[in-house]
């Protein structure tokens, strides 16, 4: 398969290390051909690497590939899902999907429309601990879910790894910390407790980008009677990387997890506290990623993206599709109108 990426910054790396293990290891049959970005130097780094050609447009990777990974600023990834969906090529785009509800209901339309397979890049969905975590909560081992409490922080991304200034502007971001970062948070609590019925939201802004929060904290009521909290805030701590902590209290039980990607998962009952290992798939440890910080964080988006390779190959929908990231982005959708209206609950349809 002939994959070529719209942007390279720090996401794109993340996602192309991965493909090029698999591909190295033979889980893949695939090749990076093409690459585009408006900094051609950068683009030049990333296809130097990957061995892919740096092309002059959209339309020129269009033309090279059969599948492409969309790793552009949030405003501009209308435009190039909606090409690839024109000409029929797979794509993988990067959440969230547009700047608002109403762009990402869109681009869910343009690729329904079109008949290309689509998946969104909502990750936390392929980290073990998570889907330990959704398991655990399913089997009713510990009895009814009553209510999660769920914490995420990271300085904010206009500084450090991410090189990149556009997390500060609104009109390509669409706004904070809810709908840039925690738009994950808000997914999976739904992935592990189920449909969302309601939503309170407060946001504020210390940093001083206008329309970009850098505090907020949601409320979300499920149709199961559970409910959960969550706190999402972006720092100026830059020696403290995104970090996410979940506690979930069960009737007779809780869980929690303070690395969201590699667990463990630790469980207490009244007999005391259990720490279960959530290891990734052994396909995962035998690829050469290296066991650094930055390594052990690729491993979720290698699932992801073999997950949509493989869904391309064999003709299946993929998964997590653009209708699911429209749910999540209804979610964060309802918690900024809540926020707007002074923390009235909104429901959530």
Known sequence: MRIGFVGTGVIAWAHAIGVQAMIQAGVVDAG???????????????????????????????????????????AA????????????????????????????????????????????????????VFRALRDLLASQELGAPMTAIFRDDQYF???????????????????????????????????????????????????????????ATVSLQFASGASAELVSVWHDILSRGSTRRVEVFCRRGMAWLD???????????????????????GWVRDLAL????????????????????????AGRVPEPSFAEAVVAHRLVDGAYRSSAAGGRPVAVT
Do not use: M
């Open 157 to 215: 991304p206009v500084q450090g790894v991410y090189a990149s200034t556009w997390r500060g502007d609104v009109a390509v971001a669409g706004g904070g910390c809810l709908i840039e970062h925690s738009i994950h948070d808000l997914d999976i609590l739904r992935f592990c407790l189920g449909e969302v019925t309601e939503v309170t939201g407060r946001t504020a802004n210390f940093s001083g980008h206008e329309g970009v929060e850098d505090l």
């Open 259 to 281: 690395n969201d990607f590699l667990g463990p998962l630790y469980v207490q009952t009244t007999d005391g506290t259990e720490v279960r290992p959530c290891p990734p798939p």
């Open 77 to 128: 990834h209308g435009a190039v899902v909606e090409a690839a969906a024109a000409r029929g090529c797979a794509v993988f785009c990067e959440k969230p999907l547009a700047p608002d509800l109403a762009g990402a209901q869109a681009l869910a339309a343009s690729v329904a429309g079109a008949g290309v397979p689509a998946q969104v890049g909502l990750v936390l969905r392929s980290a073990p």
């Open 32 to 74: 990076v051909v093409a690459v585009h970005d408006l900094d051609e130097e950068r683009a030049e780094g990333f296809a130097a690497v990957n061995g892919a050609e740096v092309v002059p447009s959209v339309a020129a990777v269009l033309e090279r590939s059969d599948a492409v990974w969309v790793c552009t600023p949030t």
């Open 290 to 313: 290296g066991d650094d910080d930055i390594g052990l964080a690729i491993t979720a988006y290698v699932e992801a993206d073999r997950a949509f390779l493989d869904a391309v190959t």
